[in-house]
T-cell receptor
Framework: QKEVEQDPGPLSVPEGAIVSLNCTYS??????FMWYRQYSRKGPELLMY????GNKEDGRFTAQVDKSSKYISLFIRDSQPSDSATYLC??????????FGTGTRLTVIP | DGGITQSPKYLFRKEGQNVTLSCEQN?????MYWYRQDPGQGLRLIYY???????QKGDIAEGYSVSREKRESFPLTVTSAQKNPTAFYLC?????????????FGSGTQLSVL
């Protein structure tokens, strides 16, 4: 079993839709949870960072962590064509040991 | 602007050849990392370094070598022993103290075999 599982998609939605991206994990020691956005042939950029359980909101993006279910989510409201990218979840229990999901490719259709 | 610079953007390797990928950062970060990204496999850690003149193997270090002679530089050499080198290589760095789990990535190098 992989440490982090993420549905690779691809996921296509119309512009303005609410997008839900999810990851599950097996290691209950994970404390720090991140979402990265990666445009084609570019490096990932940090989108959201959450410590432990709870929600965090930043503009159109909301990250949720449910440690009891070992489940994290990223919601994108009012999705835009510029949101089309691959979204990677990542998590760790400390520095130098980051575990990544395989990424979900999202396309927002105008 | 502070950031991580990887070069070249594209690199081609002939059989039996060693090639070196460059990574430079001006973020004053102590820790630097090299990841390999293959389609459908996510990011896999090759090597990381927490301080100058020190580095540790990651999950897939075989066929690769690194050096860390300067804080801002962490070059990766893909040796001839790496039989399947075609991949997208990403360099990253992180700071120390609070939120040192956050990685900042360069724009990547696509390595292909001729």
């Amino acid at each position: 079993q992989k440490e982090v599982e993420q549905d690779p998609g691809p996921l296509s939605v119309p512009e303005g839709a609410i997008v839900s991206l999810n990851c599950t994990y097996s290691n209950s020691a994970f404390q720090y949870f991140m979402w990265y956005r990666q445009y084609s042939r570019k490096g990932p950029e940090l989108l959201m960072y959450t410590y432990s359980s709870g929600n965090k909101e930043d503009g159109r993006f909301t990250a949720q962590v449910d440690k009891s279910s070992k489940y994290i989510s990223l919601f994108i409201r009012d999705s835009q064509p510029s949101d089309s990218a691959t979204y990677l979840c990542a998590m760790t229990f400390g520095a130098n040991n980051l575990f990544f999901g395989t990424g979900t490719r999202l396309t927002v259709i105008p | 602007d502070g950031g991580i610079t990887q070069s070249p953007k594209y690199l081609f390797r002939k059989e039996g050849q060693n090639v070196t990928l460059s990574c430079e950062q001006n973020l004053n970060h102590d820790a630097m990392y090299w990841y390999r990204q293959d389609p459908g496999q996510g990011l896999r850690l090759i090597y990381y370094s927490q301080i100058v003149n020190d580095f540790q193997k990651g999950d897939i270090a075989e066929g690769y070598s690194v050096s860390r002679e300067k804080r801002e530089s962490f070059p990766l050499t893909v040796t001839s022993a790496q039989k399947n080198p075609t991949a997208f290589y990403l360099c990253a760095s992180s700071g120390t103290g609070a939120s040192n789990e956050k990685l900042f990535f360069g724009s990547g190098t696509q390595l292909s075999v001729l």
